[in-house]
């Protein structure tokens, strides 16, 4: 999916430290989770929530698309935006991740990842509150939630679009009777699904989107337990640890060390750390150091002009040239020489 649809959202504002400027949105610069106020009939169409902390920023474009039923816009550039909350009522919520991770605390202190490409649904009940903690891992996380108070969400459904026989009861029951799901299959239909919610047209958003909410549940509707899945599931300390070695790979790009080196300088199985650091990042551990090492080469040969070619490749770890040009073209999809002939 191309995250530069992402872009055509444009949310008209500033936020820093808490304090938003808007011209078009009724602000609430208060805390994120106003958006789990419970109404029967919408106040105002679309909102923008902004919240500050010492981590950084977030900002979430609210529209209420019908009583009990609304979409969020998030764009979240900080360590985390938590805090212990005790719903009014009942909810499903469906979360889907467009770029970066969100990190959820379970019971027992297992952590799970939201990851790019991934779609969750969760229950989330007055009566027990399933995620004890969560964290942005990567300080980034840009996604779609689709939100529906069970109850008010379920009498719109049947009186707006009763032919569908949409039961959010029986969704819930079907994908979260034990907890989060992930769905990992049907990919092409969720990237469809999404896509397009990604890039809608302001003077047609709110009709449009109540459209994509009725074609997203019809697609959860028809799903079975051969298309979902628990989200994998790893301990807090090899969360953090393996955090760590994704720090040491931004630091260190052109670093020697293989993936059994970095696993036994964290002291984490490397099972565990190929599982985790996937789940984080969105690829695996050997893809991603082999794109920091290239993005890296790429700035040495835009600031170090004297250098060849070669030089260049040598210092990011690779033997000959002819190596350095095909992995750089791989990541990149131009050779060395094209790529510095551009930029100089």
Known sequence: MDKALYNTLHIKGVCKEGKCVISDFNVDPTAFYNIYKTRDTPENIKSLLCEGNESGEGVMQCFEIAPGIQITYNDLNMDSCFRPLRFEKNFLQINHCLEGCYECELEGGAVSFLGEGDLCVDYLSKDKQVFLGSRIPLKKYRGITVLLEMETAQKTLDNGFQQANINLEQIKDRLCSDGRSLIIKSKHEIDHIFSELYSVDERIQIPYFWIKVIELLLF???????????????????SKRTQEVYQYIIENPFM????????????????????????????????????????AAAEMLISEPTLSIGEVGSAAGYENQSKFSAAFKSVLGVTPQAYRYKHI
Do not use: N, W, Y
């Open 220 to 238: 959860l509707s028809l799903l079975d337990g051969s298309s979902v899945r628990h989200p994998q599931q790893f301990s807090a300390d090899i």
């Open 256 to 295: 020697k060390e293989t993936i059994p080196d970095l696993a036994c300088m964290f002291g984490v199985a490397e099972s565990s750390l190929k599982r985790c650091f996937k789940s984080i990042a969105g690829i695996s551990i050997g893809a991603f150091v082999k794109s920091k090492r290239i993005e």
